[in-house]
């Protein structure tokens, strides 16, 4: 029967008799690469910067504000349309259409043509009514028709309609017509009744058609 090896001591030692210190022991080579031991950053007892942490943790801010919606050109219908019908098919506070429009009682959207809806309130920018409801050629001749008026300073809505018509809705040429129409009802004034009176604009309608469009008329 063989005995166990033992190391047999030759020099003083603190193990029993005979025995004596194994080898030094050395650990195995890392079997990591060369390269990423050399790429390891240095050890630091010290913690990272709190600003390298929070340029990490902080979300990015939005690099620019985004701009309010443009405000929506609304055609009104006189027939339907309302500030609480509005308010309610725009998303929109009443007292921000009144504000915005410069509506002091509704009674005065009688008046009005279009209305802005504030872009504060409806994002959609999009008309629920983009174009007149009588169509764009009839707004057009309206148009003409109260600058025609203005222009001549006439508040008859019929004697306005008169000329462009008899002027193909030419407002330069229905103006000068009148105007020169105007002049002739000057100088040739008719007499007034028996008691001595005088008109005193008698000629501008019925000398002004008789002179301005005697050949259409």
């Known amino acids: 029967m063989k005995r166990p090896f033992c190391q047999v001591s030759s020099g003083p030692s603190s193990l029993p008799q005979g025995l004596r210190d194994p080898p030094a022991y050395s650990p195995p080579p890392s079997p990591r690469p060369a390269r990423a031991t050399l790429a390891s950053p240095p ?13 990490l943790i902080t979300p990015k801010e939005k690099d620019t504000v985004e701009p309010p919606a ?31 429009n410069g509506l002091f009682a509704d009674h005065l959207l009688a008046a009005r043509r279009t209305l802005l809806i504030p872009g504060e309130f409806y994002k959609g920018s999009v008309s629920l009514s983009p174009k007149p409801i009588e169509g764009e050629e009839e707004e057009i001749r309206k148009a003409k028709v109260r600058r025609w008026m203005v222009a001549c300073k006439v508040s008859e809505y019929d004697v306005a309609l008169l000329y462009l018509q008899q002027s193909d809705y030419n407002l330069d040429l229905a103006v000068e017509a009148y105007l020169e129409d105007e002049k002739w009802g000057k100088e040739h004034p008719m007499e007034g009744s028996s008691k001595g009176k005088t008109n005193p604009k008698p000629g501008r309608r019925k000398a002004g058609i008789r002179t301005g469009f005697s050949g259409q008329l």
């Open 43 to 55: 050890d630091s007892d010290e913690p990272p910067a709190y600003s390298n942490i929070n340029k």
């Open 70 to 100: 443009e405000d929506a050109l609304h055609f009104l219908d006189p027939s339907q349309d309302t500030i609480p019908s509005l308010s309610l098919r725009y998303g929109v506070p009443q007292g921000a259409l009144r504000r915005k």
